[in-house]
């Protein structure tokens, strides 16, 4: 069954940094999304796009944070200067609406971002 | 506003025991609702959704959840439980459709004991 893959598993980073993060969404997909989990809490939606602009995004998602589809099959996440608050899971998911509006989002493994 | 309440942060069965994790919802109209579940170290993994029809919808590994529009409830429920079904078990909603944004609840740690 087609994955949703992200890269890479564990970044560390040094805060006021940038980081990237990587996904791959499943081939047909044309929805993308980027969500977190900080430890212990709730997993929280960040971003969705689709049709290679943002169509939604929470709150949470402030100047700070920015999401590019570069080419036909990557989908990334960069914060700019990171935070130490920006420690947490960060999972890619991907949905494909063409099916009906009921498919659901499929999610990667997530990468865990560690703050120093 | 959009809400999704796991009032059990925990919940402990024996192997062989039916489980219940409990689900209730909060929406403004007709919810999409969806069971997730996370092993360790690994992603979100689609269990089952309910978007209109029956109540009682049936998914992945022998589960199944009960939508009651009523008690605003959506719990999951399997007849006999496993020990690999250990895990972490998030109920999700969106509007409007699958694509929308997901609003998770907080989690459920399901524990199942030999």
């Known amino acids: 069954e087609p994955e949703v893959t992200q890269t890479p598993s564990h970044q560390v980073t040094q805060m006021g940094q940038e980081v990237i993060l990587r996904c791959v969404p499943i081939?047909?997909?044309?929805?993308f999304y980027w969500y977190r989990q900080i430890l212990g809490q709730k997993v929280e939606f960040l971003v969705s796009?689709?049709?290679?602009?943002?169509?939604?995004k929470s709150e949470i998602f402030d100047d700070q944070f920015s999401v590019e589809r570069p080419d036909g099959s990557n989908f990334t996440l960069k914060i700019r200067s990171t935070k130490l608050e920006d420690s947490a899971m960060y999972f890619c998911?991907?949905?494909?609406?063409?099916?009906?509006?009921?498919?659901?989002?499929?999610f990667g493994d997530g990468t865990r971002l560690s703050i120093l | 506003a959009q809400s999704v309440a796991q009032p059990e942060d925990q919940v402990n069965v024996a192997e062989g025991n039916p489980l219940t994790v409990k689900c209730t919802y909060s929406?403004?109209?007709?919810?999409?609702l969806f069971w997730y579940v996370q092993y360790p170290n690994r992603g979100l993994q689609f269990l089952l959704k309910?978007?209109?029809?029956?109540?009682l919808v049936k998914g992945s590994y022998g589960f199944e959840a009960e939508f009651n529009k009523s008690q605003t409830s959506f719990h999951l429920k399997k007849p006999s439980a496993l020990v690999s079904d250990s895990a972490l078990y998030f109920c999700?909603?969106?509007?409007?459709?699958?694509?929308?944004?997901?609003?998770f609840g907080s989690g459920t740690r399901l524990s199942i004991r030999p």
């Open positions: 929406v403004s109209g007709n919810p999409y």
């Open positions: 796009f689709y049709n290679n602009e943002i169509s939604e």
């Open positions: 309910y978007i209109t029809g029956d109540n």
């Open positions: 081939s047909n997909h044309l929805y």
């Open positions: 999700a909603v969106t509007m409007y459709s699958s694509a929308s944004k997901i609003i």
């Open positions: 998911a991907s949905s494909d609406p063409r099916g009906g509006s009921n498919q659901p989002q499929h």
